[in-house]
Every structure is written in structure tokens, then in C-alpha cells.
Nanobody, 118 residues
Framework: VQLVESGGGLVQAGGSLRLSCAAS????????MGWFRQALGKEREFVAA????????HYADSVKGRFTISRDNAKNTVYLQMNSLKPEDTAVYYC????????????WGQGTKVTVSS
């Protein structure tokens, strides 16, 4: 599984960005997909995840109500819509795939940088 993120950039606090992650794999619709982030000097942290079939979602408390994860299985793509951005959202955002239900272990994108200015 190969993952390629896009959509990062510089935005002012209160603004919005949408990240995209294009995935390879013929059975993408069955993958659990996730977004994680890593700020400078901090550990990588979970942001959001979405199941394949049914599309149930889960969010970190820090982004609930502001971020929305979604997927388009026809395009093998998962999205992260980020609204009401805060400077503390500044990080490199990574897409991850869990094809086998064993957790986000082996399949990660290269990351896309998001910078939120105050």
C-alpha cells in the first residue's frame, strides 16, 4: 500500500485546509484509514480515523468539532477537512492505512506540513 498526501500549507488561525491522501490497493474500501500529526519536538499523535465499510469515524478530543475525516472509495482517497485552525494544529500530518485490522503499523505517507499562523 502506497500513500501520498497533499494539501498542506500556511494558513491563518481560524482558517481552513483540506488534506488529501491517495492510496494504492484494489481493496482500499476495506482499509481503516487514519490521520496522525507530529509537531516539532513532540511525538506523533492520533488525529482521526475512518473505517472502510460503513465509514464510522473517530477523532482525538483536540480536533472534535473542527476536523472531519471522509473517504471516497471510488477514488481511493481519504480526506481531512480542517476548520477553525489554531496555531497548536501546526504539525506534519501523516496519512496511515490499516489494511488488515492490525493497527497503523506499516503503511504511512511521507507527510504534508501544515502551519497555522497566529
Amino acid at each position: 500500500v502506497q500513500l501520498v498526501e497533499s494539501g498542506g500549507g500556511l494558513v491563518q488561525a481560524g482558517g481552513s485546509l483540506r488534506l488529501s491522501c491517495a492510496a494504492s490497493g484494489r481493496t482500499f474500501s476495506t482499509y481503516v484509514m487514519g490521520w496522525f500529526r507530529q509537531a516539532l519536538g513532540k511525538e506523533r499523535e492520533f488525529v482521526a480515523a475512518i473505517r472502510g465499510r460503513g465509514g464510522s469515524t473517530h477523532y482525538a478530543d483536540s480536533v472534535k468539532g473542527r476536523f472531519t475525516i471522509s473517504r471516497d472509495n471510488a477514488k481511493n482517497t481519504v480526506y481531512l477537512q480542517m476548520n477553525s485552525l489554531k496555531p497548536e494544529d501546526t504539525a506534519v500530518y501523516y496519512c496511515a492505512a490499516d489494511p488488515y485490522g492490525s493497527g497503523f503499523e506499516d503503511y504511512w505517507g511521507q507527510g504534508t506540513k501544515v502551519t497555522v499562523s497566529s
